[in-house]
């Protein structure tokens, strides 16, 4: 069984940082892309960043760009989002998945930026 894990989120003020990490297990985590969603309230899912499978090719949504940063620890099987400066924009439950073979979401973490 493939589980995908978010854990991170939490309250935080604009101009901070957060750190998101996902864990996900039951499939060759090595060798595949993987993204981050986020979904604000009674907003559909959206793509925030991805990073392919060896960790060296990224790909950002623009109003994320410069900062937000992906990462993944292929031993680990874990795949990081760093949030800095935040915006209240950027509040949402934030996902991660295999953006080339999505699996059932997992639950995501939630992330509140307050003014």
């Known amino acids: 069984q493939v589980i995908l894990a978010e854990s991170g989120g939490g309250l935080v003020q604009a101009g901070g940082s957060l750190r998101l990490s996902c864990a996900a297990s039951?499939?060759?985590?090595?060798?595949?892309?993987l993204a981050w969603y986020r979904q604000a309230p009674g907003k559909e899912r959206e793509f925030v960043a991805a990073i392919n499978w060896k960790g060296v090719i990224t790909l950002y949504q623009d109003s994320v760009k410069d900062r937000f940063t992906i990462s993944r620890d292929n031993a680990e099987k874990m795949v990081y989002l760093q949030l800095n400066n935040v915006t209240t924009e950027d509040t949402g439950v934030y996902y991660c998945?295999?953006?080339?073979?999505?699996?059932?979401w997992g639950q995501g973490t939630q992330v509140t930026v307050s003014s």
């Open positions: 039951g499939r060759p985590f090595g060798s595949h892309d």
């Open positions: 998945n295999f953006p080339n073979s999505p699996l059932p």
